[in-house]
């Protein structure tokens, strides 16, 4: 006050009488006499404790969710309804097809190649058409990292925003493609071949097993294997299968017994059986 006359919003934190403390917002200038001395001062005093609580709070949830963005592997991205990026969050800066400075401030189809740019604007605009949300599936060469496999999933933000997870789903992709080729290299096989998870549901059946069992693979996929045991031997199936899959190797099932199937109609035939683990 005593070099500028003025002070405006100055913050403090201030003690009542009985002890308490709050926070004041103070503006005030000095008023001078002719001769340039200070004769007095005026000016308002506000509080702002719960401003400042509502700022204290505000820093606290940015910092939870900063926190939040750095321990998941997703890179976050916030567009506006033309494409344009406002901000982002990664926690991996090496998954990112260019420098921030490059893209900020641009639009999708400014900074991304034509095809993953068309698919992201159509993701967009189907969030602007519906106000719900979307999603998209693309490859993109990142340097040192090769060809990599990404999935957007695209919400709503704010009347003039919109948030864009996007996650490298490459090693799914790669497992996915894994999965494919093993169970074509089954379908083909000539015997009946079924797979199942150590909970006892089939997750896998050819087509060889359909034309021996009766079953459709949309019939029996999801099912217990052991609607394909006659029901005299149902009830010691579940323990015979737990312990296989405590102890998972190549082996002939029931070995030196006579083992049974059982028809979708309800007939029973002799079988021989191999296991394996996958």
């Known amino acids: 006050l005593e070099v500028a006359d003025a002070v405006t919003r100055f913050e403090s934190q201030v003690r009542r009488k009985d002890g308490s403390t709050l926070w004041i917002s103070l503006s005030a200038r000095a008023v001078r006499g002719?001769?340039?001395?200070?004769?007095?001062?005026?000016?308002?005093?506000?509080?702002?404790?719960?401003?400042?609580?509502?700022?204290?709070?505000?820093?606290?949830?940015?910092?939870?969710?900063?926190?939040?963005?750095?321990?998941?592997?997703?890179?976050?991205?916030?567009?506006?309804?033309?494409?344009?990026i406002c901000d982002f969050r990664t926690s991996q800066p090496a998954a990112l097809l260019v420098p921030p400075e490059v893209f900020l401030r641009r639009r999708i189809d400014e900074v991304l190649p034509a095809d993953v740019a068309a698919a992201l604007m159509q993701a967009i605009e189907e969030?602007?058409?519906?106000?719900?949300?979307?999603?998209?599936?693309y490859v993109l060469?990142?340097?040192?990292?090769?060809?990599?496999?990404?999935?957007a999933r695209l919400s709503p933000l704010q009347a003039d925003?919109?948030?864009a997870v996007i996650r490298d789903i490459t090693d799914l992709k790669r497992a996915e493609a894994r999965v494919a080729f093993q169970a074509s290299l089954l379908d083909e096989v000539q015997n009946a071949g079924s797979a199942t998870v150590?909970?006892?549901?089939?997750?896998?059946?050819?087509?060889?097993?359909e034309k021996l069992f009766g079953y459709s693979r949309d019939e029996?996929?999801?099912?217990?294997?052991?609607?394909l045991v006659p029901r005299r031997f149902r009830k010691?199936?579940?323990?015979?299968?737990?312990?296989?899959?405590?102890?998972?190797?190549?082996?002939?099932?029931?070995?030196?017994?006579?083992?049974?199937?059982?028809?979708?109609?309800g007939s029973e035939f002799p079988i021989e059986i191999s296991l394996s683990p996958l």
Request: aromatic share 10%; glycine share 12%.
């Open 34 to 84: 002719g001769d340039g001395s200070v004769l007095y001062y005026e000016g308002t005093v506000e509080d702002v404790t719960k401003l400042k609580q509502t700022q204290d709070q505000l820093r606290d949830k940015a910092a939870e969710l900063e926190a939040v963005f750095a321990a998941l592997p997703d890179i976050y991205f916030c567009t506006d309804l033309e494409g344009k």
């Open 127 to 137: 969030v602007k058409t519906t106000g719900g949300r979307a999603r998209a599936e």
């Open 141 to 151: 060469a990142i340097r040192d990292l090769g060809l990599r496999n990404f999935e």
């Open 161 to 163: 925003r919109i948030v």
């Open 198 to 209: 150590p909970a006892g549901t089939v997750t896998f059946w050819n087509r060889h097993a």
């Open 220 to 227: 029996l996929v999801g099912q217990w294997v052991e609607v």
């Open 236 to 265: 010691h199936h579940p323990g015979h299968r737990t312990g296989y899959f405590a102890n998972p190797k190549v082996r002939s099932m029931g070995a030196g017994l006579d083992l049974f199937g059982l028809r979708k109609d």
